[in-house]
T-cell receptor, first 115, second 114 residues
Framework: QQQVKQSPQSLIVQKGGISIINCAYE??????FPWYQQFPGKGPALLIA?????SEKKEGRFTISFNKSAKQFSLHIMDSQPGDSATYFC??????????????FGQGTILTVHP | DAGVTQSPTHLIKTRGQQVTLRCSPK?????VSWYQQALGQGPQFIFQ???????QRGNFPDRFSGHQFPNYSSELNVNALLLGDSALYLC?????????????FGPGTRLTVL
């Protein structure tokens, strides 16, 4: 019940295209859903995050879409650029209690944007 | 404003040895979480420290232990190293108040066990 499943494992997009990465979760008690970007040899960097009380959040070229009933959320990268080539992780955490602040990560998606 | 810092950057140990990794949180943060990231995998939660105590723990054996100091910095100790402990060890800091979930990660320590 603590799993977060991410797809696809890898994604190739042309410059200017839209990159879409999907995640599904089982535990309905999750209430915080961040996306992280990781470059080789670096730690994950927070991109954008959402809570279940909204269905969409946009920050610049990055948008999270959230479907509470389907227990799915996705990251959309508009106008993808070669500099966006990195590994992307979705994650989820619980509101409180003994598991407060524990992030459960998906397996990651390697995004390659061709010029 | 310095972000999360970790030391050392890289470390090579042999099986059976012990290792200590260090983390300094982002300014203003009082909570430190440790994660293990195997090659090609997502980070796995090890444990979290708040107010110098282990607040919660993931599914890791007792060989993994930690400590948080009064200045909020933290150490991760791993005893009796196994080949499978080879990974990138990430430290993340956050503010421990309720409703604040944002965790900021450091660059990690790459541990290789031979």
């Amino acid at each position: 019940q603590q799993q977060v499943k991410q797809s696809p494992q890898s994604l190739i997009v042309q410059k200017g295209g839209i990159s879409i990465i999907n995640c599904a979760y089982e535990n309905t008690a999750f209430d915080y859903f961040p996306w992280y970007q990781q470059f080789p040899g670096k730690g994950p960097a927070l991109l954008i995050a959402i809570r279940p009380d909204v269905s969409e959040k946009k920050e610049g070229r990055f948008t999270i879409s959230f479907n509470k009933s389907a227990k799915q959320f996705s990251l959309h990268i508009m106008d993808s650029q070669p500099g966006d080539s990195a590994t992307y992780f979705c994650a989820a955490s619980l509101a409180g209690g003994t598991s407060y602040g524990k992030l459960t990560f998906g397996q990651g998606t390697i995004l390659t944007v061709h010029p | 404003d310095a972000g999360v810092t970790q030391s050392p950057t890289h470390l090579i140990k042999t099986r059976g040895q012990q290792v200590t990794l260090r983390c300094s949180p982002k300014s203003g943060h009082d909570t430190v979480s440790w994660y293990q990231q195997a090659l090609g995998q997502g980070p796995q939660f090890i444990f979290q420290y708040y107010e110098e105590e282990e607040r919660q723990r993931g599914n890791f054996p007792d060989r993994f232990s930690g400590h948080q100091f009064p200045n909020y910095s933290s150490e991760l100790n791993v005893n009796a190293l196994l080949l499978g402990d080879s990974a990138l060890y990430l430290c993340a800091s956050s503010f421990g108040g309720w409703g604040t979930d944002t965790q900021y990660f450091g660059p990690g320590t790459r541990l290789t066990v031979l």
